[in-house]
């Protein structure tokens, strides 16, 4: 485990250069959260000042790269990681909770990804709190698995999810289907 502390937007691109170099051990990458690299981004655009138009562009593009590169690490040619992680703060403001991501990247970030999934806890009548990740939308949620692979096995909720074994899942839906 490595973790990299993001104080502004310079870090990220050190960061993906490194990982994209294929010499590190690793086998998945998390980002958390992305909703504050895109505030660090903000901040190396337009500093403490209001973002103009033109600020608002080069902010799209830069972290639709970001997001794009660092997802194109299961690619690599040499060595790819098993899965790309992105975390968001969510925003229930428009009536649909979702990911709390400013622009026009609140818009085109779950074309990027193949699950998009909503974490929370929930109560058993026993009492017990139990995590649960929504991947097909309900109510007012904003979900997705692009695959159907876990939805198929799974449903529109996974309890307790673990990366690993949502992998192992996937890869053999995949491989079986």
Same mark, same amino acid.
């Given at each position: 485990?490595?973790?990299?502390?993001?104080? /502004? @937007?310079?870090?990220?691109?050190? $960061?993906?250069?490194?990982? !994209?170099? &294929?010499?590190?051990?690793? %086998?998945?990458?998390?980002?958390?959260?992305?909703?504050?690299?895109?505030?660090?981004?903000? /901040? @190396?655009?337009?500093?403490?000042? $209001?973002?103009?138009?033109? !600020?608002? &562009?080069?902010?799209?593009? %830069?972290?639709?790269?970001?997001?794009?590169?660092?997802?194109?690490?299961?690619?690599?040619?040499?060595?790819?990681?098993?899965?790309? $992680?992105?975390?968001?703060?969510?925003?229930?403001?428009?009536?649909?909770?979702?990911?709390?991501?400013?622009?026009?990247?609140?818009?085109?970030?779950?074309?990027?990804?193949?699950?998009?999934?909503?974490?929370?806890?929930?109560?058993?009548?026993?009492?017990?709190?139990?995590?649960?990740?929504?991947?097909?939308?309900?109510?007012?949620?904003?979900?997705?698995?692009?695959?159907?692979?876990?939805?198929?096995?799974?449903?529109?909720?996974?309890?307790?999810?673990?990366?690993?074994?949502?992998?192992?899942?996937?890869?053999?839906?995949?491989?079986?289907?």
């Amino acid at each position: 485990t490595c973790y990299v502390a993001v104080k /502004d @937007f310079q870090v990220m691109s050190t $960061t993906d250069a490194w990982l !994209n170099s &294929g010499k590190h051990p690793f %086998k998945s990458v998390g980002i958390d959260s992305i909703t504050e690299v895109q505030k660090r981004c903000r /901040d @190396f655009l337009g500093g403490n000042d $209001t973002l103009t138009e033109r !600020n608002w &562009g080069d902010l799209l593009i %830069k972290m639709e790269n970001l997001i794009r590169y660092y997802r194109d690490l299961t690619f690599h040619p040499v060595h790819p990681v098993e899965s790309v $992680t992105f975390i968001a703060l969510s925003d229930p403001r428009s009536g649909r909770v979702k990911p709390a991501i400013q622009g026009g990247l609140s818009i085109s970030l779950p074309g990027y990804v193949d699950l998009e999934g909503y974490l929370y806890t929930e109560q058993t009548p026993e009492g017990e709190n139990i995590r649960k990740l929504l991947i097909n939308p309900v109510g007012n949620f904003q979900a997705k698995d692009r695959t159907h692979v876990l939805t198929a096995h799974y449903g529109a909720a996974i309890i307790n999810p673990d990366i690993e074994e949502m992998l192992f899942v996937y890869n053999e839906g995949v491989n079986n289907g």
